[in-house]
């Protein structure tokens, strides 16, 4: 299959700089594509990577293209670059065609579920008792769905995926494969010597336009709900404990851990491997960097990381100030030899 530019360009609605009869084979990243290849460039920070590229045309945000185009580069103008590529990628490579609306014989659909119109359940699939599942949703393969569950309208749940009873879902919501909504939290008291589980009665529910990732957990309440807010995105391998309340809009990246109890403000963004405490609350717009422990509240707006976590200049300075730690110490040895206050072993004469 082949494109010309002008066709590309008017697919995408972008004003053209370059040959418009030229053809082009494929849509591929900067880096594999060939001169016969459209690829695309969001900013002026990924400039350097043209360097090696022999990608033929490029999409590019209008005022980067103007540049490329002065530079003798074939370059479609967009306003939004990314947006424009993944329409001109799957024109050449169109998504899968969506599977037959309807239940498969081979799907176990209790006879008090209600499925709404429009729906797709696959293979393998069950669907419990009093279960809801609104109108247009997809039911992966495999997928459970216990007693009492409500499923918006819209929502799609991948392969493998587990809700246990009475989890609800909301509109549009998203959960990839092998991810568990509703499970036990780790609640145990100790009891004439063992640990002994305190039941876990509530449930979980995300609100509309939620997105969960593959393999991520989140436990149901010990007597109230697991609530994650609309429009909250959660990374694959995640970790939610009980009675926590995420806000709306939080962005948790992968391996991200929040125990039980805590809560989030809205527009919170949590990077790779943060681990929050328990009875912890993170401020509306704060943000976590990568692999920070969390002990204690972070306030609104406020950026933090470390280990344990600090305020963002205060966690600079003290990663700058680890730097200089082994000089720090030598230099202190020396002193305390000057000053007669240490005896120096033999083998640290040399330091």
């Not at 459209?38 to 990924?46: A, M, Q, T």
């Amino acid at each position: 299959m082949s494109a010309t530019l002008r066709e590309l360009a008017d697919l995408v609605g972008g004003t053209l700089h370059g040959p418009p009869d030229k053809a082009i084979l494929a849509a591929r990243p900067l880096g594999e594509a060939g001169p016969d290849d459209v690829s695309f460039l969001e900013s002026e920070k990924h400039l350097r990577h043209l360097k090696t590229s022999n990608a033929g045309a490029l999409v590019a945000p209008e005022p980067l293209a103007e540049k490329l185009a002065a530079d003798g580069r074939a370059v479609i103008a967009v306003a939004d670059a990314l947006a424009a590529f993944v329409a001109v990628f799957q024109k050449f490579k169109p998504p899968p065609a969506a599977p037959p609306v309807g239940v498969s014989p081979r799907a176990y659909v209790h006879p008090t579920a209600r499925i709404g119109a429009g729906c797709t359940v696959m293979p393998f699939a069950c669907v419990g008792e009093n279960a809801v599942v609104g109108p247009r949703s997809f039911v992966g393969p495999g997928v459970s769905i216990g007693a009492d569950c409500v499923i918006g309208a819209d929502a799609v749940l991948h392969a493998n995926c587990v809700l246990y009873g009475r989890t609800v879902v909301g509109d549009r919501v998203l959960i990839h494969a092998g991810a568990v909504l509703g499970a036990d939290g780790f609640g145990y008291r100790f009891d004439n010597g063992r640990h002994v589980r305190v039941p876990h009665l509530g449930h979980v529910e995300l609100g509309d336009d939620v997105e969960v990732g593959a393999c991520t957990t989140i436990d149901r309440g010990t007597f109230e709900a697991t609530r994650v807010a609309n429009g909250t995105k959660i990374d694959n391998l995640v970790m939610i404990g009980h009675n926590c309340k995420i806000g709306r809009h939080n962005m948790l990246c992968s391996q991200v851990g929040i125990a039980g109890s805590s809560t989030t403000g809205d527009y919170v963004v949590m990077a790779g491997q943060v681990g929050i405490a328990d009875h912890v609350h993170i401020g509306d717009g704060a943000v976590v960097g990568a692999g920070s422990g969390v002990p204690g509240d972070v306030p609104a707006g406020a950026k933090v990381f470390g280990y344990p976590a600090w305020p963002e200049k205060v966690a600079k300075r003290i990663a700058v100030g680890l730097l200089s730690l082994p000089e720090m110490i030598r230099d202190v040895r020396r002193l305390k030899r000057q000053c007669g206050l240490e005896e120096a072993p033999a083998d640290q004469e040399a330091a």
